[in-house]
């Protein structure tokens, strides 16, 4: 029905910086609230950053002040720009959509995407 596809990861050095890219795979209506999550080995996925449709963001404190999410409306894309990397930062990161209008009033709740690897190591 609805997929969305990230990119961008990749093997970095601690300090280093990456830009993730999320976007719907499909022409779509419209998304609401988007986020990253992550997601490492033996641990439990866990949130990263939020942007509602509006332009409000809310991120983990522990990325606070290294990393930044954005969205582009028309494209239906939402990013991550990961500054100042840490080996804590490696893991799978996942995009999501609590909520993606096919059409005005047709819709699809809790979207994922398939993930991408980052991975920060020296």
């Known amino acids: 029905q609805v997929q969305l596809v990230e990119s961008g990861g990749g093997l970095v050095q601690p300090g280093g910086s990456l830009r993730l890219s999320c976007a719907a795979a499909?022409?779509?209506?419209?998304?609401?609230?988007m986020g990253w999550y992550r997601q490492s080995p033996g641990k439990e996925r866990e949130l990263v950053a939020a942007i509602t449709n509006g332009g409000s963001t809310n991120y983990a404190d522990s990325v606070k002040g290294r990393f930044t999410i954005s969205r582009d409306n028309a494209k239906h894309t939402v990013y991550l720009q990961m500054n100042s990397l840490k080996p804590e930062d490696t893991a799978v990161y996942y995009c999501?959509?609590?909520?993606?209008?096919?059409?005005?009033?047709?819709?699809?709740?809790?979207?994922w995407g398939q993930g991408t690897q980052v991975t920060v190591s020296s």
């Open positions: 499909r022409s779509v209506f419209s998304i609401n609230t």
């Open positions: 999501n959509a609590d909520r993606v209008y096919i059409l005005r009033t047709s819709y699809q709740n809790d979207v």
